[in-house]
């Protein structure tokens, strides 16, 4: 009888079914593939550009009042490679599938997949919208003030997602262990970490929602704006503070509130702003998401920051807190490109699935008899539209 041999491309597709299979943010967020990467002639570098959508102000009267359009535009790198490393022998080789996936490579993508959605749960730091209940247990009312902040953002209400990390997922079973029952979603069950559809968001468990820690600052508005004209723009010049603020801090600005997306009438809650970068005690400036604008069509705040309006960060000095997240699939995007296929190997294969791009090589050691074999994924990830996600904060 002849041997069965399992060829690249077979390989190459097992692994990304459960690579896929395990990346449940990853998996449900919007995935863009490129193959002009890799193209011959046509390389386009390591970045992507997306386009945003535009902007416009409504004119009141018969008067015309034409505007610019001015589109704008975001880049997303991809320049992330992780891979798995292993090596066959020609007995692994003549294994049927089902037992090359149980045993080699549902553990390699295992720890591949959660290197990879690691990295992508980092966009968190993005996030400038969130729900604050630090030091108590999640409630459904948090769910539904989540969801709230995110229709209140004008966020597509047909494919939101709750990630909710395992404590919070403790606190919710019992409250909400009768609303997961819809017969329909028992098709989705085989995705990794999903529980259920309730309060407008579809839930999945994941254990690396990372905790946050905020900076020294103690939260109670010792930062000061210190420019006397009303400040716009993602720096905010201050002054007076003694503690430090970290990169995903969320803080608010006295007098800048936030104003309706469209019709841009103020809705009497003041903005919420996320800390781009991280900030030493005494900072005179402070790296800010998003961009204050005051006026136009991408006016967000009812004004800029007047001179000494306090700048308030949530939670205590260095609060340690979990993070569990609500968004719409187009908050975030996750890149991959086609990795190079070289020459002169046993054997070569790239495959795509679902926006996921893999590449496998394996060559030959003729001094041991051993086929050396990589698995290697390119990408990058990057919160296109930060507006359509908010951040969850417990315990």
Known sequence: MANTLLTS?????????????????????????DDRFAKTGAKIGDTLTIRLPNEYTVRTGSALSSQDTAETSTTLQVATQKGVDLNFTSVDLTMDMDDFSERILAPAMSVLAANIEADALSMYKDVYQQVSNLGSSATFAGVAN??????????????????????????????????????KE????????????TGGFSFMENTLLPTHTTGSDDGTGDYLTND??????????????TGTLKQGDIITIDGVNRVHPETKVDTGQLMQFV????????????????????TGGSQNVTNGAANNAAVTKVGGASAVHNISMGFHRDAFAFATADLLKPKGVDFCAREVLDGISMRIVRAYDINNDQFPCRLDVLYG??????????RWANN
């Open 186 to 197: 028992v098709s989705k069950q085989y995705k990794e970490g999903y529980i259920g559809r």
């Open 146 to 183: 989540v969801r709230k902040k995110l229709v209140d953002s004008l966020t597509p209400q047909d494919d939101l997602s709750m990630l909710i990390n395992t404590e919070d997922n403790v606190d919710l079973v019992d409250a909400l262990k009768g609303l997961f029952n819809d017969s």
């Open 228 to 241: 006397a004209s009303a400040q716009t723009g993602s720096t905010l010049t201050v002054g007076t503070g």
């Open 9 to 33: 491309t077979a390989v190459t597709r097992e692994a990304l079914r459960i690579l896929h299979q395990k990346l449940n943010f990853v998996g449900n967020v919007n995935r863009q593939y």
């Open 275 to 294: 800390i781009t970068a991280d900030a030493g005690a005494s900072a005179t400036s402070l790296s800010i998401s998003p961009a204050i604008v005051a």
């Open 381 to 390: 990830y990057k919160a296109i539209r930060p507006q359509l996600a908010c």
